[in-house]
């Protein structure tokens, strides 16, 4: 209509557990918001029937009007002042919605901190002032009642009930936990000119307010912190209060950033001399930097061949050239060593994004990327999603770790979403590992991604010299359960040259148990399909699956038997036979238990770096990067617990982890040795890892995965349901599975429905599909169909979950 102002409208993605999809609603704009409003920004809005209001981002906004007849509503209010989402992250959702099988919402809230998802309050809102007094007086003067979990049984059912009468409503309130850290600073206002004035105004005895005034024009036009001021100076907080009620000083808060590695040592380092090798690769890939190609480099380097001195020169080329660079490394705590090396380099351009850091810090990392000021970022997985621009290098260091993969939606795979945004920046992206994963060496091999190598050691050292032991033979004469007579003599000879050893204790699937010798009881978790394990720092069995905790039994609770006791290996039993064989061995154990502390794995690996210990004792977290001069010897206590696995991926795991671990040993200026314990002396994995062959332990498992129509020959895509109950869930899988054979080509392959191999967890029980399959134009359409049908799906509460690319058919 002429005349009339044109309305503006939001398309929005909302936040409504259990009734997503991944269509944006339309929302009228107030016309108070419309300059204000962008793309990007986070927004609450209305939803549903009643007074519920969400959190919700914009996509796009138009004068569009929609040909939508029922009643538009209006947003509340913006989140934000500026767009927190930028278009690349808005093109990068859409596509891994679709790609993950993933709703909208959950790839948006994901790439940003925590403390920026919704947090929601909800509160009861009395509609009727007619109820019991009991009930009335739990209301505040606005008729409001604070609703949480830890309500009262009772109370909450009254209160269930007053609701079915609409006698109250709940109300949603959105709060924006994204808090900006502020320290008030303190400014001067005395100067030589003004100082006199206040001093003779003073009285003789008032020492204090002299001595005040004179810190003030020492000051002169630096602003310090008010905390740190009143302690140099034995100020209290009064006293300054009073100083700015005199007008001597104002108060000022700035914004600043919680530091996360304030305390953490790093020494600067230089860029050292490449080899031949090394300039290979750094050469070819700055060239990337500059042509501004999206190459994808496969750089395949032996262990302690210097992978890492290539990342950090072709970042800096990449800083010369006013560009940034993304580094992903797999669980940062897990790599200490490497984050030195990178702040060693490239000092306060670095922002770190990791588990460690806390919700706030995590958040003034982010911004910190955000307004440009740090050029290089290092981080686990989720920092794939940093919000750099001018993006010159991605960096993916043990680019075949599996923690790269998120296991709850949205299931992205990191290396998928750095090549994505390599594409968008036209960067180069950088693979780095000694054991590529076979998707990735199998991509090289057909030129999809580029392969560079490094084939040395630094300093011409040789690979270290592997020996198999077959625990079968060895364990006929073994000192202890855990250490046969020749891992034993090697450790002694090491130990004697004053040379450092490494043992790690491989947990996979092998932790302790309890069992009766009597009938042979082994306890449970009530929830869950698996044995609790013991843990002897808390004195407790614990389920590793929900968390169960009860006491360490006594008594066999089936037999009133005394005799139970734990089996399996611990970390804590090795420790103790250690001690026995070695009484006088400074042993640091390294595991979940003593690693729980923040930044505890930094300073023990800080104490052995010192050599306040002979050796290292852990788990599989002691087998990447650690890059110590006087470690000689490796030794694996049990190579085999995870070729047991019934999974595809398990013999790449074991050549993995015992090559790694490998190459902690000999790599400065002494040869390295490894002593491997194992109960599958013939497995080609094992075989394989012994003489170190990467490349013939490729080609024969490509051979098996092109048998068995596994990755990379074949797509895979898993399907999981799960009920409370065993029947609804295997029922409804069969139904998936009619519907699948209706969409797939005679060429894909489905395998199950079968009961996961952890059937129940946390009483929910879990069937599953595996689909696999070369090319299927119609599946991705069915899949999406059905993640959204599963929300409504009768009977009510079916889980769902659909994973492209499953790290394992377990
Ligand atoms: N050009 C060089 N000259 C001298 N020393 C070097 C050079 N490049 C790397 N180094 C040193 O060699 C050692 C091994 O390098 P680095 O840790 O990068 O190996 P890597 O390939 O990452 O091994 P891994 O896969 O086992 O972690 C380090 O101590 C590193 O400082
Ligand atoms: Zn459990
Ligand atoms: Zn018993």
């Not at 496969?298 to 660079?325: D, F, M, N």
């Amino acid at each position: 209509m002429r005349g009339e102002r044109m309305s503006l409208y939001a398309q929005v993605i909302v936040d409504v557990p259990t009734m997503q999809t991944n269509k944006p609603y339309t929302y009228l704009v107030p016309s108070e918001l419309e300059e204000q409003i962008q793309a990007g920004m986070r927004c609450v809005v209305p939803f549903g029937k009643g007074s519920r209001k969400i959190q919700g981002f914009v996509l796009d906004v138009s004068n569009q009007k929609p040909d939508e007849d029922f009643e538009i509503k209006k947003i509340i209010s913006l989140m934000d002042f500026v767009p927190v989402l930028n278009e690349e992250a808005l093109q990068l959702a859409d596509w891994m919605a679709n790609y993950t099988f993933s709703f909208k919402i959950s790839c948006l809230q994901t790439m940003l901190p925590n403390v920026m998802r919704a947090g929601y309050e909800k509160s009861i809102r009395l509609l009727d002032e007619n109820v019991e007094p009991e009930i009335k007086k739990l209301f505040d003067q606005n008729n409001l009642l604070a609703f949480d979990d830890k309500m009262d049984a009772k109370i909450r059912r009254k209160i269930y009930g007053l609701r079915k009468k609409d006698k109250v409503e709940i109300v949603y309130h959105v709060n924006d936990r994204a808090r900006v850290k502020e320290t008030e600073f303190i400014k001067s206002k005395i100067t030589a000119e003004n100082i006199s004035a206040f001093l003779n105004a003073q009285r003789k005895t008032a020492t204090k307010k002299k001595r005040m005034l004179e810190k003030l024009l020492d000051l002169g036009n630096d602003s310090v912190e008010r905390i740190k001021f009143q302690k140099q100076n034995s100020f209290t907080s009064n006293d300054v209060k009073q100083a700015e009620n005199s007008g001597w000083l104002s108060l000022v808060s700035k914004e600043t950033y919680r530091n996360p590695s304030e305390n953490a040592t790093t020494e600067s380092s230089s860029p050292r001399k490449l080899t031949a090798e090394q300039n290979v690769c750094v050469t070819r890939i700055n060239q990337a930097i500059e042509q501004e190609e999206s190459d994808v480099f496969l750089l395949q380097g032996v262990t302690g061949s210097g992978k890492t001195e290539v990342y950090l020169q072709t970042i800096a080329h990449a800083l010369k050239l006013s560009k940034k660079a993304l580094m992903l490394v797999p669980e940062i705590s897990l790599t200490p060593q490497m984050v030195r090396r990178v702040k060693g380099r490239f000092g306060p351009k670095v922002a770190m994004l990791h588990s460690a850091l806390s919700d706030g810090e995590r958040f003034d990392e982010w911004r910190r990327i955000e307004r440009g000021e740090a050029q290089v970022v290092v981080g686990a997985r989720s920092a794939v999603f940093a919000p750099l621009d001018r993006i010159g290098i991605i960096i993916m260091d043990e680019e075949h770790e599996t923690s790269y993969k998120q296991d709850e939606m949205p299931r992205y795979n990191a290396r998928e979403v750095a090549i994505w945004r390599g594409k968008h920046h036209h960067c180069p992206v950088v693979l780095g590992s000694a054991t590529p994963s076979l998707e990735s060496r199998a991509r090289g091999q057909k030129s999809v991604y580029q392969r560079l190598l490094l084939t040395k050691r630094i300093n011409g050292r040789p690979m270290p010299h592997v020996e198999l032991v077959d625990m079968r033979e060895a364990l006929k004469s073994a000192p202890s359960p855990d250490f046969s007579a020749e891992l034993l003599t090697k450790i002694k000879e090491h130990l004697k040259r004053d040379e450092q050893v490494v043992l790690m204790l491989n947990r996979r699937g092998y932790s302790s148990f309890v069992m009766c010798r009597e009938c042979g009881f082994v306890l449970k978790c009530p929830n869950c399909d698996i044995s609790l394990t013991l843990h002897m720092d808390t004195h407790s069995m614990k389920c590793h699956y929900c968390g169960h905790e009860e006491s360490i039994p006594r008594i066999c609770p089936s037999c009133r038997s005394n005799k139970i006791r734990y089996y399996g290996t611990g970390t804590q039993k090795v420790e103790e036979q250690l001690h026995e064989l070695l009484p006088n061995a400074r042993v640091l154990r390294m595991d979940v238990d003593t690693t729980r502390r923040k930044g505890a794995h930094e300073r023990l690996l800080e104490r052995f770096g010192r050599h306040e210990a002979d050796i290292l004792l852990g788990t599989q977290m002691i087998a990447k990067g650690l890059d110590f001069p006087d470690v000689t010897l490796v030794g694996v206590l049990n190579a085999d617990t995870a070729l047991g696995l019934p999974d595809f991926r398990s013999s790449e795991k074991t050549f993995q982890l015992l090559t790694q671990v490998s190459g902690r040993a000999g790599r400065a200026d002494k040869n390295g040795e490894v002593v491997i314990q194992t109960f599958n002396k013939e497995h080609y994995a094992i075989q394989f890892a012994c003489t170190q062959e990467y490349e013939r332990f490729y080609a024969y498992e490509m051979q098996l995965r092109h048998r068995l129509g596994y990755p990379p020959y074949y797509f895979t895509i898993k399907i999981t349901a799960s009920y409370d109950n065993e029947a609804d869930a295997c029922r409804k899988m069969y139904e998936i599975r009619r519907e699948l054979s209706q969409v797939l080509s005679k060429s894909a392959k489905i395998l199950g429905p079968t009961p996961k191999a952890i059937m129940r967890v946390n009483n929910r029980y879990y069937y599953q599909i595996v689909i696999e399959y070369k090319k299927e134009p119609r599946l991705e359409e069915y899949l999406q169909d059905l993640l959204v049908r599963s929300q409504t799906d009768e009977p009510k509460g079916l889980k769902l979950i659909i994973d492209r690319d499953p790290i394992s058919f377990m």
